[in-house]
C-alpha cells in the first residue's frame, strides 16, 4: 500500500506547538502516512526558533526555505514561490496548515492552486476586524481549505454564518493544549525562576508584539505608563520580542524604561522556561492569541492589551479579560487582580491534550480506511 503523503506547515514560533504533537501522532501511524515538516522561515531568528524546535522535540524540518522578514506581500508573494517548488517536486497527497500567519494563507494558496486538498488547523476563529492582517489570513484560508478542524464550537457558528459546508467542519479540540499536557512535566523542573531571581506568584508575567501596540509610539506609551504603576505594587517579568527592543530605541523610551526599577526585561525564553513562568505568574498581560488559551488552561488571570479577540471563549469559560488601550484601563484591570478580585474559569471542551489523535484518526477515517 502506497503512503498517503502529507505536509505540515511551520512558519512562526505558534506553530510548532501546534505541529509538534500531530507530527507526533502521525509519526506513530508511519504504517499509512509519511508527514514531512516545511518550516517557511517566516520567524527567522535562530536562537528563538531553535529553543521551540529543542524544547518540543521537533526533528529538523525536511524542507527550509529561509524565508525572513519584509512586507505582507514581500513575504506571502515569496513563501508562495518557494513553497510551489517544494509541492511540484514531492506533490503530498494533503496538505496542513495552522492559525493566521503568512505562511498559512501562502502555502494554502500553493496547494489548491496545485488541486492538493487542505486542512486548516484553528479555523474558524474570528476577531471581525480586517484591520488585523492575520483576520484577513483566517477567512482566506477558510474559504479554500478542504478540511476545517475547529478548537471550538463557536468557530463552527462563524463559518457557518460565511456559507461554509457544514460537511467540511469537524470539531477537533485545541491542538495547543496537546503540548502543554506533553511538556508541562518538564516545564515544572525549569529553573528559570531561580535564573531570574523571582518568586513563584510574585510577579506578572508580559508579552507584546502586536503591531499596534509595539510598533506605534502612541500605543508603546500607553502601555509603558501603565507599566511604570503597576511595578510599584508588583515586579514586573517581560521576555522582550526583538522587534519591540528595536522599537523601544527607536522612539527614545529607553530611559523611560530603565527607570522602572521593578520592570525586569529578559532575553526570548524557550517554550518550557516560558510555560514555567506562565504557570507561577500572579497575572499575564499580552497581546498574543495563543497566551490567553494557554493562561485559560492553566487558570491564571490574564488581561489582554486588545480591542477584539478571535479567542472569545478565553473570556465566556476562561480566565482572561479584555482591556482598552488605555494607561488608566491597564492599571485598573491589574489593580483589581492585585486586590484579589479574580476572575476564575473553567477548561473548555476537548481542551484535553488528545487533539492530534483525533485530526489522526479523522484522515485514518477519511483516507485510509474508507
Known sequence: MQKFKIHLIVGARPNFMKMAPLYKEFKKNSKYFDVKLIHTGQHYDEKMSKFFFDDLGMPKPDEYLQVGSGSHAQQTALIMQKYEEVLLKDMPNHVIVCGDVNSTLACALDAVKLHIPVSHLEAGLRSFDKKMPEEINRLA??????????????????????????????????????????????????????????????????????????????????????????????????????????????????????????????????????????????FILTDSGGIQEE??????????????????????????????????????????????????????????????????DLFLDKFILK
Open 141 to 282: 484560508t477558510d474559504v479554500i481549505s478542504d478540511l476545517l478542524l475547529i478548537p471550538s464550537e463557536d468557530a463552527r457558528e462563524h463559518l457557518r454564518n460565511e456559507g461554509i459546508d457544514e460537511n467540511k467542519i469537524h470539531f477537533v479540540g485545541n491542538i495547543m493544549i496537546d503540548s502543554i499536557v506533553q511538556h508541562k512535566d518538564k516545564a515544572l523542573k525549569s529553573n528559570i525562576l531561580e535564573q531570574i531571581y523571582v518568586k513563584d506568584s510574585a510577579y506578572a508575567l508580559i508579552t507584546l508584539h502586536r503591531p499596534s501596540n509595539v510598533d506605534d509610539l502612541n500605543g508603546l506609551n500607553i502601555i509603558i505608563d501603565a507599566f511604570e504603576e503597576i511595578a510599584k505594587k508588583i515586579k514586573l517579568v517581560f521576555p522582550v520580542h526583538p522587534r519591540t527592543i528595536k522599537n523601544i530605541e527607536k522612539f527614545g523610551l529607553k530611559d523611560k524604561v530603565k527607570s522602572i526599577s521593578n520592570l525586569l526585561l529578559i532575553d526570548p525564553v524557550g517554550y518550557l522556561d516560558f510555560m514555567k513562568l506562565q504557570m507561577n505568574a500572579s
Open 295 to 360: 493562561s485559560t488552561f492553566f487558570n491564571i488571570p490574564c488581561l489582554t492589551l486588545r480591542e477584539n479577540t478571535e479567542r472569545p471563549i478565553t473570556i465566556t469559560m476562561g480566565s482572561n479579560q479584555l482591556v482598552k488601550l488605555t494607561t488608566q484601563d491597564i492599571i485598573f484591570k491589574s489593580g483589581e487582580i492585585l486586590e484579589g478580585k479574580i476572575k476564575t474559569g473553567q477548561i473548555p471542551p476537548l481542551w484535553d491534550g488528545k487533539t492530534a489523535s483525533r485530526i489522526v
